[in-house]
C-alpha cells in the first residue's frame, strides 16, 4: 500500500521490520554493488583472496549438499527429524569465516556449516537428529573449534555465552589489544527467539560487563508458521540501540557483507568495545524442520522471490565474473555430492547405543539413585536372556 | 536409652575420623559460636579463599552484602569481580552462571527469596541440570543455587515458600538443606566443592539462630543424613527450618512418656536412607514433617520408600504433618499453614495408636 504523504510514511515505516536497507555488497545477481552503509566495510572483502571466496562458495555448497542428504535421511526414517539450513548458507558461512580460531561459538540448532567450518563432524549432528545423543561433541575438544553444542530451547544459550564471555572478562583473555590472542563468543539465534526474554537479560549482562560477544541474529522470516512483523515493529537490529550495544543490519544471503560485518564486530568485541549485535537478514527457503509444512502458512510468490535471491547462486555468478573455472565448480559439486554420498553410508552404519548410557552423566559422581535403577535395568534384561521369566 | 540424652550425630558414612562423634562440649581451638547466617559467610570466605575460581553472582550481594546479610564483607574483601552485583533477572543470573562454569569458574548464586527462582526455573532444570547429560561427561557444572526458603518470619507473598520438590524431583540437580550453623559452614563448602549442580536451601527462619561451629572437623559427607536426637518410640523425619519444630515436638512429647527420635535428612537428593531406615526399624513409627504443602513432596517420598525397604518393620502408617495444599497464605495464618509442634504431637499420637 503505498503511502500518500509523508505523516503516513513515517507510521508505515515505524511498524514495519523490513524498513531499514541491510548492508550489502553483492547484489541478487551477483554483482560487485555495495550499498552506502558498506563502504566502511569494503576494505575487509577487498582484503580476501580467490581462495577465500572460493572457501566460501565451497562451503555453501557443500553444506547444501548434506543438509539436502539428511532431508533425505529423516523422509526414509534414519532421523528422527531434520532442521533444514537451506537459504541461510551465506549468513552461516560469512560469519563462521569471519570468527578466529581462538572464538567461542554457541549455535542454536541450525547452524550445521557454522559447525563443520570450526571442525565438528557432521555425523555428530546426524547422531543428535538421529536420537542417539542430546548432545554430540565435547566443546572442549581442541578438533571442534571451541563449538558449543546445539541448544534447542530458543535464545537459552544467548545467556550461557555472555557468561562465557564475562569469564574471558575477568580472566584477561579479552581486550588486550593482541588481536591473535585476545577472545570473544559468537551466539547464533533467529527472530523468533528475538523475543525470548533470556536473549533480552543476555544484552543486559552483555552490555553491563562489556562482554565481547557478538549477537548474530538470523531474520530468517518466519518461526515455524509465525511472520517476523509478529515479533517485532521495527528492525530488530534497532533493539540494540536500547541496551546499548552497536548493531548492524546485514544482506544474510551476501555471504560478502555477512563476512565483512562479522568480522568488524568480533574484531571490536575482542578490542574491547563491548557487544555487538547484528540481524543477518536471510530466508529459511525449506520448512522449519521435517515435521513442518510451510505451504500452510506462507505463498509460493513468496518462496520464489527469496528463490531468485538464492546465496549460492549470488556467489557463484560473482566468482564466475571474476573468472572462475568450469572445473573449479565441477569440482566443488563432485566434493558436495561424495561428502553427502558419504553422510549417508556413515548413517546407516551407526549401531545402536546401549540402554545403560542413560545413566551414566546424569551426574559427575557416583549417585545412589541411579547406580540402583541401572543395576535394576541390567537384572531385569539379563533375566529374559536367561529364559528366567 | 534415657530421652534426655545429648543430641548426638551418626550418618551413613563419615569422611573424618571423630565426625560421627559427640558434639563439641565447649569451644575449643576452632570451635566458635555463631550464628547460621555468619557461618554461611565464614563457609563462604573459606572456600572463597582456598579457590580464586569461585564467585558470588546475586542481587544486592555485595556492597549490601545480602538482604539477609549473608555475603557481608566479601566484596570488600574479594572485590567486585569474584563477589558480582547483577542485573535483576534472575534467569540471567543462571544462564550467566552456566556460562561462567563453562568457562571454568565455580559460580554461587544467590537468589534474594524462594519465591523468585522461578524465573531462573527454566535455567535451573532445562540447561543447568541437564549440561553434564547432553555432554555425556565432558562438562561439568559447579553451580551452586542458594536459596533463603521456608516460613516463619511474617513476610509478604513470594517470600517464604518452601520450593525442595520441583529441584529434588530434577534429574541432575542435588538438593541439601542444612539446619545449623556447623553444617551451614561445612555444606557450602562441600556444595561448592560438588562438579554438580546442588541447589543449596537455607531456611531463612534459623539465620539467627546460634550454634557450634568447629572450623578444624568436617562435619558429615554433604547427603548424609543424621539422626540428632535418640529416642526408641517413634521416629520424627524432616529437613530444614522443621528440624527445630521437630526437636520442640520430641521433648514436649518426652514430658508426656513418649521417646521420640529425631532424623535431619539434610540432603533431598540424594537422599540418605541408612540412618532413617535404621531408625524406624527399632521405633517401628514415623511421621515425616515439612514446611510445604503434601501432595508429591519429599514426605510422600520418603514414606513411599519406607515403605518399601521396611514394611515389616512398621507397626503403624507413616505419617506426614506438612504446609496445606494451598499457596503459601498471608503471613497473619502462617501459625496456622506451618506444622508446629502440637500438629506433630497429634501426629505422634495417631501412629502410636495403631
Redesign the interface.
Known sequence: MPPTDAAENTAARQTDPEAADPIRILDADGAFSPTEAAEPYLDLVTQLADADLEQFYRDMVVVRAFDTQATNLQRQGQLALWPPSRGQEAAQVGSARAARAQDHIFPSYREHVVCTIRGVDPLDIIRLMRGMTHGGWDPYDPAHGNTHIYTLVLGSQTLHATGFGMGLVFDGKTGTGEAGRDEAVIVYYGDGASSQGDVHEAMVFAASYQVPQVFFLQNNHWAISVPVSTQTRVPLARRGDGYGIPSVRVDGNDVLASFAVTRRALDEARGGAGPRAIEAVTYRMGAHTTSDDPTKYRTSDEESSWARRDPIARLRAYLRARGASDAFFEEVDAEAADGAASIRERTIALGPIPASAMFDHVYSEPHPVLQREKQWLADYEASFEEGTR | MSSRSPVIESGSGSRADGATGAAPQAEGPGVQTMPFAKALNAGLRRAMSENDRV?LMGEDIGRLGGVFRVTEGLQASFGS?RVLD??L?E??I????????????RPVVEIQFDGFVFPAF??IT??LA?L?????????MPVVIRIPYGGHIGAVEHHQESPETYFAHT??L?VVSPSTPNDAYWMIQDAIA???PVIFLEPKARYWQKGEVDRAAPALPLHASRIVRRGTDVTLVGHGAMVTTLLQAAALAEGEGTSCEVVDLRSLS?IDYGPVLDSIRRTGRMVYAQEAPGFVSLGSEVAATVMTEAFYALEAPVLRVSGFDTPFPPAKLEGVYLPDPDRILEAVDRVLAY
Do not use: C, Y
Open positions: 564467585l569481580q547483577t542485573p533477572a534467569s540471567g543462571v544462564g550467566t552462571a552456566i556460562g561462567l562454569a563453562m568457562a571454568g569458574f527454566d535455567q532445562t540447561q541437564k553434564t547429560f547432553r555432554h555425556e561427561g565432558a562438562l561439568r534429574a541432575g542435588r560438588s562438579d554438580d540424594p
